[in-house]
């Protein structure tokens, strides 16, 4: 059983993908806020995260940028779940570090995909 951090200000969000990540078989961890996920990814010490790109304060970008600059947290791989569609914001998420970027609406089949390939879990 894998930890995944998912952070995203939405919570209805956060509640249909802990649904999902738990229905894999994995602990799920939300924060709906970024300026505290840092510190909860310190605490946890999760296995994946999955990041939201447009939140109040930090975005995710920068939080992205954030993780990958913290030696304790920058080999955790991160996935972009956002409603942004547009190449510029798929650019700017793997510069910034992220090992995957899924559009919301995310169907849960591709998610499970996803997290088992970056965790090492497919078939």
């Known amino acids: 059983m894998a930890k995944i951090l998912i952070i995203d200000d939405d919570v209805q969000t956060t509640k249909l993908l802990e649904g999902m990540v738990t229905l894999g078989g994995h602990q799920a961890t939300s924060v709906n806020n970024s300026m505290g996920a840092v510190e909860v990814a310190h605490t946890i ?4 995260i999955l990041l939201d790109i447009m939140m109040p304060g930090i975005n995710g970008i920068d939080l992205c940028k954030i993780f990958q600059s913290t030696s304790e947290l920058k080999h955790i791989p991160i996935i972009i779940v956002s409603a942004l569609d547009d190449m510029g914001s798929k650019k700017d998420a ?18 499970a995909q996803k997290i088992g390939f970056l965790l090492g879990l497919a078939d």
């Open 45 to 48: 010490a999760p296995d994946l």
């Open 94 to 111: 793997f510069t910034a570090g992220a090992k995957d970027f899924l559009v919301k609406p995310v169907l849960p089949k591709v998610l």
